[in-house]
């Protein structure tokens, strides 16, 4: 009685310490934890404070300048500008203000530009977060898949160990030769080498979704089977599937991305022409200084009529840059031309994809029918076959074709259910919902 208390005891703890995932579960995991959407996440916040940098620019560059000078010998002194022998001691501060009054609209292009980057930063992490979603489920879905192929794999193999024993007992009754023998033993051996595959990649699968939650690979956990619910006039697709397509390609965060690159290629044209412009800045200047030479002279008082107060202009016209300005210009404009190129070229690869998605949908539907009606049929031909083949009535070589048959149909039911349920997922989301299963 201990013993089964024990037993109970060491089973309820292993079935806690596995936990059990929705696709809801795995996919709030991978938005919190995902290792490259944090990076998006800081690389968006880094053109944010780039962004709000750029407005500084519109205001003054104010610094202040401190300088004390001991010197011997010969030397001028700067307050009556004329040599010394003496030791000179000088000390003087100087307070600058430069105030960017025109510059070729330089400043402005620079904001529009770190505003573009900004959305493209933004659209960016929008479009790492469908990727992350769309390939946690791919490998959610495949996981699902391969634990039922599995389960088909071990099915066979007992179905052939069984088939292996009959003929293992008709061998030695001399009713079956030896070489049928060993083709019952061969197909079994390939189920396992088969079942052997599928769990490799059931693990590699295992260790993907756990990567991209951000998981340690040796935890255990389950997925929960979605439910089949599927709504057949989604996978149909009832409207214009072209216009379904061309909305759902300009609301996706690749195409604003290339409107957005297309938008800051245009910028750093306009600012590639700023120094074809004149350039006009103002300085504000406050200085005094003070001096060793006149030390019967007070501190403050030298302080006072040392002062220097300045307000002047400065013009900057260019003249001839050799050439450096017109490369520039004419390189920038190359670069705007080809983001409009490169805007259309990721509209039409959009577009194929989203009408790919409308289509494989579409497909899925029917393929799910029509593998639903061949695993039927095939089920029923092998389950006759196998007692045929018990009697006696057939031999080994159409009991394999039989069985070959209902397996490869028994795999295709299986795939094609999660293709349509990854498929309408899909659809639902070009068109505007939530990524889920």
Not at 72 to 91: A, C, F, P, Q
Not at 119 to 145: C, G, M, P, W
Not at 221 to 250: F, G, H, N
Request: charged residues 25%.
């Amino acid at each position: 009685m201990k013993k089964i208390l024990l037993l109970a005891l060491f089973v309820s703890i292993g079935a806690s310490a596995q936990e059990v995932l929705t696709f809801a579960d795995c996919q709030q995991r991978a938005f919190a934890n995902n290792l490259r959407l944090k990076s998006a996440d800081y690389q968006e916040r880094a053109a944010v404070y780039e962004h709000r940098a750029t407005f500084g620019k519109f205001l003054p560059n104010i610094y202040a300048e401190g300088e004390n000078r001991n010197s011997w010998g010969k030397e001028i002194d700067s307050d009556t500008n004329l040599y010394v022998r003496d030791n000179l001691r000088n000390t003087e501060g100087t307070l600058n203000a430069y105030f960017n009054l025109f510059s070729g609209f330089e400043v402005y292009n620079n904001i529009k530009i770190k505003k573009q980057q900004l959305e493209i930063d933004k659209a960016n992490l929008q479009q790492v977060r469908n990727e992350i979603s769309i390939s946690l489920a791919q490998h959610f879905i495949t996981i699902l898949y391969l634990q039922e192929i599995i389960e088909a794999n071990e099915e066979q193999i007992r179905s052939s160990a069984k088939q292996v024993e009959i003929g293992e007992l008709k061998f030695n009754e001399g009713v079956i030769s030896e070489s049928e023998l060993f083709k019952i033993k061969s197909q079994k051996a390939s189920e396992e080498l088969r079942l052997l595959n599928s769990k490799n990649m059931l693990a590699d699968n295992m260790i993907a979704i756990k990567q991209l939650m951000n998981i340690p690979v040796d935890q255990e956990i389950t997925l929960m089977q979605p439910e089949l619910q599927l709504d057949p006039q989604v996978a149909a697709v009832d409207s214009d599937p072209y216009a379904l397509a061309a909305e759902a390609a300009r609301q996706h965060p690749m195409y604003k991305m290339s409107l957005f690159e297309q938008q800051k290629a245009k910028a750093e044209l306009s600012l590639a022409r700023a120094p074809l412009l004149p350039k006009v800045t103002l300085r504000l200047m406050y200085r005094s200084n003070y001096s060793s030479t006149d030390e019967e002279i007070p501190f403050s008082t030298q302080l006072d009529e040392n002062t220097t107060k300045s307000i002047r202009f400065y013009i900057t016209v260019p003249i001839f840059s050799q050439f450096d300005n017109y490369g520039k210009i004419k390189s920038s404009k190359m670069r705007y031309l080809q983001s409009k190129v490169e805007t259309k070229m990721e509209e039409n690869r959009l577009t194929r994809e989203v009408l790919k998605a409308i289509n494989d949908a579409k497909t899925s539907l029917k393929k799910t029918e029509s593998t639903n009606l061949a695993f039927d049929y095939s089920k029923k031909s092998y389950d006759a076959d196998a007692l045929k083949f018990e009697l006696g009535k057939i031999n080994i070589n159409e009991l394999n074709t039989t069985k070959i048959m209902y397996n490869t149909t028994q795999a295709e039911l299986i795939q094609a259910k999660y293709e349509l349920l990854f498929n309408n997922a899909l659809i639902r989301f070009y068109m505007g919902e939530d990524f889920n299963l």
